[in-house]
């Protein structure tokens, strides 16, 4: 079975302080996809980013980058130079190639961004 | 563009009370998911659809039902409330399994 783990529950931070959201996963399948997803205030889930198992090439957008290193079963997630607007939860989640081909959530880790 | 649209965003039950919470797509994707939040506990699949006709379980679908008669509907059913489904639903979809999956509001519910 899959899991996901997001060991940082709360991270507070100040304005254009950059910050690292780690996130581990296990699974036994060779072939899987990993996400970030973002929680605003607002409440709605918005999609950041998919990267298969294959593809073990750091992604950049902007402020936001992310590291995958399959020998630490890692996905972590960095912003660089925080802005309040980035108050939000994030949730890293897991999807295997087979069987229900639904997301595993992790628990998601809060960041608040002071002014 | 309406995305996906879950109706209502929040209800109180009382315990053993039964309803439906709505979900509709307009994208035709033909994967839907509805999911409950708990406090710091990530979402949890409740049910998941890959089309029309075809509806299966997720992680904790006991006390809850779904159809799929169309592609843009997916309806969740509680039966006989429980406050342990005191949560926040989210209906999601997505074009296949990609995973990018696009996410309603919520719903809160409420069992007391």
């Excluded at chain 1, 890293?92 to 190639?97: H, S």
Aim: proline share 4%.
């Amino acid at each position: 079975a899959q899991k996901v783990t997001q060991a940082q529950t709360e991270i507070s931070v100040v304005e254009k302080e950059d910050v690292t959201l780690d996130c581990v996963y296990e699974t036994r399948d060779t072939t899987y996809y990993l996400f970030w997803y973002k929680q605003p205030p607002s409440g709605e889930l918005v999609f950041l980013i998919r990267r298969n198992s294959f593809d073990e090439q750091n992604e950049i957008s902007g402020r936001y980058s992310w590291n995958f290193q399959k020998s630490t079963s890692s996905f972590n997630f960095t912003i660089t130079a925080s802005q309040v607007v980035d108050s939000a939860v994030y949730f890293c989640a897991l999807r295997l190639d087979t069987g229900r081909r639904a997301l595993t959530f992790g628990s998601g880790t809060r960041l608040q961004v002071q002014p | 563009n309406a995305g996906v649209t879950q109706t209502p965003k929040f209800r109180i039950l009382k315990i053993g009370q039964s309803m439906t919470l709505q979900c509709a797509q307009d994208m035709n994707h033909n994967y839907m998911y509805w999911y409950r939040q708990d406090p710091g506990m990530g979402l949890k699949l409740i049910y998941y659809s890959v089309g029309a006709g075809i509806t299966d379980k997720g992680e904790v679908p006991n006390g809850y039902n779904v159809s799929r008669s169309t592609t843009e509907d997916f309806p969740l059913r509680l039966e006989l409330a429980a406050p342990s489904q005191t949560s926040v639903y989210f209906c999601a979809s997505s074009r296949g399994g990609t995973g990018e999956l696009f996410f309603g509001e919520g719903s809160r519910l409420t069992v007391l």
